[in-house]
């Protein structure tokens, strides 16, 4: 049932990324999760919109982990705090702040799900520590292999989910 929700949603986000303004997503969404009243019917999603020009990016969260950021100038990786909401259908009428960054060349974005940094033995913040440590020690290898790294040795283990995407401009 819940694979088959995960699909339902992913389809009704599909379609607003192509037709709603991108400020709208995230509320959108959770309008749907609240209209749907489903058992246990709710989720966490992260959107991130960068011009491809500039490096403006923009992040807004509906119950996600924090993103993560590289910034090449100080060689430094730092959580990206701001602009999240609660998690999708728990609040309606919810609002989705939105985080505004730059990311110059050689910087770099990481957003991941809980399932990377969660774990029954730490808190948040020692998760949230571990993927900005395991990112600094990928930089030694380059960033091509860091989301491969993040999911494989993900906090939460295989019973979880574990996704991470890294975005970076060259």
């Given at each position: 049932l819940a694979g088959t929700r995960a699909l339902v949603l992913g389809g009704?986000?599909?379609?607003?990324?192509?037709?709603?303004?991108?400020?709208?997503?995230?509320?959108?969404?959770?309008?749907?999760?609240?209209?749907?009243?489903?058992?246990?019917?709710?989720?966490?999603?992260?959107?991130?919109?960068?011009?491809l020009?500039?490096?403006e990016a923009v992040i807004?969260?509906?119950?996600?982990?924090?993103?993560?950021?590289?910034?090449?100038?100080?060689?430094?990786?730092?959580?990206?705090?701001?602009?999240?909401?609660?998690?999708?259908?728990?609040?309606?009428?919810?609002?989705f702040p939105e985080t505004r960054i730059r990311l110059d060349p050689g910087d770099a974005l990481v957003v991941c799900t809980d399932g990377v940094i969660e774990?029954?033995?730490?808190?948040?913040?020692?998760?949230?520590?571990?993927?900005?440590?395991?990112?600094?020690?990928s930089l030694v290898h380059g960033l091509p292999g860091l989301a491969d790294q993040l999911v494989r040795h993900g906090r939460a283990g295989v019973d979880d989910d574990r996704a991470a995407v890294v975005l970076w401009r060259e």
């Open positions: 009704v986000m599909s379609g607003l990324l192509g037709s709603a303004p991108s400020e709208q997503v995230l509320s959108m969404s959770n309008s749907f999760l609240d209209r749907e009243r489903w058992d246990e019917g709710f989720a966490t999603a992260v959107h991130v919109r960068i011009d020009d500039t490096g807004a969260s509906a119950g996600h982990p924090a993103a993560a950021r590289y910034d090449a100038g100080s060689g430094r990786w730092t959580s990206v705090d701001g602009g999240r909401g609660p998690a999708l259908g728990v609040v309606a009428r919810a609002s774990s029954r033995r730490c808190t948040l913040d020692d998760g949230v520590d571990w993927m900005l440590g395991t990112a600094e020690a």
